[in-house]
Each structure stands twice: as C-alpha cells, then as structure tokens.
C-alpha cells in the first residue's frame, strides 16, 4: 500500500491484521466485528481453547510474559489490543520495544489495573468517587473506616472482578457478636491481606454506565448509557435507556469524554457510575475495553461497541453510535444457558452464545437482548 501522510501510516487497510491479547467472549465479539470490515485477528492467549480462537484467523497460545512469542506476535500484527485489563505492563512494555503500536496505550492500562490509582485518576478530571481511603493492613483499614464511615466496602487493588476481591464491612458487626476488631480482621483475610482500598457505602439510586470511544485524532463517540442491575457482584441486565435524568446522563456522558481526553485514549472505554437520589452522578470504575454494559449495541445500533473499538484502533472514522431501538440485555450465566433453544424460538430476542464448553457457576455463557423500537 502507499502510504501518503503521517495520519495514513496509522490506518489498517481492510486485509490488515488486528492482534487481540486475550481469547475470551470479548475477543470473540472483536474478532467477529473485525472480520465483517474485512480486516483479519490474531488472539494472543495462554489458553489451550477459548471462545475468540473459534472466530479468528490466527492464534498464539503462550504465556503473556513470553518474549519470543510476543515478538513474532508484534511482527505478524498491524495493531495491538487487549479484551481485559490486567495485560502485564511488562507485556506491553515488550511489545512496544518490538515496533507494535498497543492501544489503548500503556497510560489508560496503568490507571484502570489498581482501583486507588483509578480514584485519584478520576478526581482528577474534576468527577466525584466514593470517599476512599488506601489500606495496607489492619491500622489502615481502622483508619478507613474513620474517614468513610460504616458500612464500607473492602476491595483489592488489583484483579477483583464480576465482584471478586471484595467484601462489605457492615454497620451492624457487633449484632453478629463480633467486636470491630474481629470484624475488620476477618474482612482483612477475606480478601487475602492484600493493598486494597477502602470505598464508603453509596446508597445509589441505580448504577449506568457509559460506552465511549475516541480515535487517535481526537474524536469521539459516546452511546446512550445503560442501567445495570447486578446480582452478586455480576452483572445481570443493561436497560436502555436508563430511566433517569436527562441532565444526570449528560453527566456521565461528559466525564467519560474527559476521562478519555486526559488518558490520551484510543479505543473503547467503559465507564460505570452510581447515580445518586439526588441525581449527581459518581464514577465507580472503568474498563480500558470494551464492556459487558455494552453488548446491547450489537443490536440496537448501527456501529456496536465492538467494531468501533476496531475502527478506532485501526485508525478508521469512528461509526455511528446512534442507537435506533430501546433495548433490554440480560447476560446467560452458568445453567441458564441451556436454554438456549427456547431463547432461539422466542420471537424478538437476539441470542448470543460465547461457545464456551463448560457451564460452570457465575460463568457468563451468552447474552440475550430484547428491541423495542422507542
Ligand atoms: N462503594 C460502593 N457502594 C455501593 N455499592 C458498591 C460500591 N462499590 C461497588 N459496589 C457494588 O458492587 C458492584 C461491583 O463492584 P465494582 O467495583 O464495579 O467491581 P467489579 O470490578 O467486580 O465490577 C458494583 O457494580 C456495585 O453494584
Ligand atoms: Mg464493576
């Protein structure tokens, strides 16, 4: 190809290869999307099998720290991205001294990997957090709960998900007839003594989050945020649109434009929020990728979440993320996915199965979502 300017240097032409670290349901909905614009993926994954292998025209099974795979992998790709958030910094690192060119890059993956760097991270560009307080043992977290008052939440810093990592601190320990010393230790070795953080209890009115992307030029797109419902830490269902203020929206919808401006990003982010009774809106945490809250835009919009993450990586305009019906996501998890043949015959559902062999408990195994038109 010829390659004219600078701006051009950076597109993948439709033929191009996207590398994918990561073969879950994620890469699997990217590889998907990638195909449909003619570009080809290749997952790096540590893997025997996984989800994304199934759909991708190449694959690299090794470890994410292996210098020599990573390298061929660099050199056989045109752009790096990831589908989760806990790619070692070392890998990126690596890849980066071979020539590859990783997004989103290594600012926005240091900031979302520790939750404590994340607060600070969005207190930064000026949006609320629930009160925090840093905790590295059991003085720290008497602390802690000084400063946020109880109930509180307890979480590690690094790698908790779907709720792991995570134990709330109640307002009511010496009902259980524990005095707070051996509920606090007891909370402490739940989460394995590791640095964690320590988050006030907010009484939400509902939870949304927003799906933003932003091009390596500076554009940016932001869909409609979605309510979420959880059930143990995991997320249920993504309601759009969300039943809340127009005003508390615009909110989100800004902050998430901000963060994406003051991470340099490129690619898609998703952002969740607390929306107070009152309205206001508080970051709870962002996903350098694409998101769970998202998978409704497979369906109800013209360009998904997916392949604008693609577009964006690939140095392509953004889509539009203009969503042309309401919509209700609810995850399958675990044995509720076999009932995927009832799912099929339902008139209006859009059915989505991850291929995943085994249906093991709190495992996400598809997603199902419902058009309405507005
Ligand atoms: N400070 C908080 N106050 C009230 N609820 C919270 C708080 N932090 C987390 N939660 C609840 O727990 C869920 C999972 O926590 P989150 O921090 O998003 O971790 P994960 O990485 O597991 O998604 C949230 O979606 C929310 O429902
Ligand atoms: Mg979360």
Redesign the pocket.
Known sequence: MVRQTENDARIVPPGGTIGVLGGGQLGRMLALASARLGLRTHIFAPEDHNPAYDVAAARTIAPYTDEDALASFAAAVDVVTYEFENVPAETVDILTARGARVAPGAKALAAAQDRLVEKEFVRAVGAQT?PFHAVDDLASLEEGLEAVGRPA?L?TRRL?????G?TTIGAGARDLGRTWQEANHKAWEEIGARPAIL????D?AC?ISVIGARAAGGEIALYDPPENR?RG?ILRTSIVPADIRLESAEAARTITAKLMRALDYVGVIGV?FFVLKDGAVMV??FAPRVHNSGHWTLDACACSQFEQHIRAVAGWPLGDPARHSDAVMENLIGQEADDWLACAGTSGLSLHLYGKHEARPGRKMGHVTRLKRP
Not at 199 to 202: A, H, N, Q, R
């Open positions: 629930a939440i979480k908790g998900y779907d709720g792991k995570q988050e006030g209890f907010i939400f939870e959880h830490g969740e709870n945490e």
